[in-house]
T-cell receptor, first 111, second 113 residues
Framework: GQQVMQIPQYQHVQEGEDFTTYCNSSTTLSNIQWYKQRPGGHPVFLIQLVKSGEVKKQKRLTFQFGEAKKNSSLHITATQTTDVGTYFCAGANFGNEKLTFGTGTRLTIIP | ETGVTQTPRHLVMGMTNKKSLKCEQHLGHNAMYWYKQSAKKPLELMFVYNFKEQTENNSVPSRFSPECPNSSHLFLHLHTLQPEDSALYLC????????????FGNGTRLTVT
């Protein structure tokens, strides 16, 4: 079955440093979504990427979808304490409503 | 307020108990999902309902029994669970037939003793 892996599993950064998490799918995706889950909370949708090579930005967050539509990345510039949480990617296959979630990257910020 | 409400927030049950988790959404969505989130594991899809019909059962043990009486409500009936079933159970919804994002509830933190 489809697998979606994320690296790293954990990331500790000093406040103000950049952060990147990478997502890799075993199959070509129709789209990829990113979610953030704060400690003790539930996943909250951040963004969806659909087109090959697509890049989207949300303030300090930059999302990329690979040319082959099998990988994606999330980059946060100048992290803040509010960025703490676990970031999940979730891939969708063509004609299938099932979203497969990645293993997640847990970000902690050192003030 | 997420638009998707789950009750209870926390549940402790013995292995011989029978309990139910409830999910209600007020977003007008037609697809509802149950996910299981365990420590150190990715979110695991359990069940999918579209227009009240179950369209996905991800090889879930029969001790978990879902029920979807209408498009706004989803239940997960639990009986004779095992300690390894302790996890956060998340309900989610989205418009059916689209690639729209999932809207998650706050989850039920289940502990099986």
């Amino acid at each position: 079955g489809q697998q979606v892996m994320q690296i790293p599993q954990y990331q500790h950064v000093q406040e103000g440093e950049d952060f990147t998490t990478y997502c890799n799918s075993s199959t070509t995706l129709s789209n990829i979504q990113w979610y953030k889950q704060r400690p003790g909370g539930h996943p909250v949708f951040l963004i969806q990427l659909v087109k090959s090579g697509e890049v989207k930005k949300q303030k300090r967050l930059t999302f990329q979808f690979g040319e082959a539509k099998k990988n994606s990345s999330l980059h946060i510039t100048a992290t803040q304490t509010t960025d703490v949480g676990t970031y999940f990617c979730a891939g969708a296959n063509f004609g299938n409503e099932k979203l497969t979630f990645g293993t997640g990257t847990r970000l902690t910020i050192i003030p | 307020e997420t638009g998707v409400t789950q009750t209870p927030r926390h549940l402790v049950m013995g292995m011989t108990n029978k309990k139910s988790l409830k999910c209600e959404q007020h977003l007008g969505h037609n697809a509802m999902y149950w996910y299981k989130q365990s420590a150190k594991k990715p979110l695991e899809l359990m069940f999918v309902y579209n227009f009240k019909e179950q369209t996905e059962n991800n090889s879930v043990p029969s001790r978990f029994s879902p029920e979807c009486p209408n498009s706004s409500h989803l239940f997960l009936h639990l009986h004779t669970l095992q300690p390894e079933d302790s996890a956060l159970y998340l309900c989610a919804s989205r418009p059916q037939g689209t690639d729209s994002p999932l809207h998650f509830g706050n989850g039920t933190r289940l502990t099986v003793t």
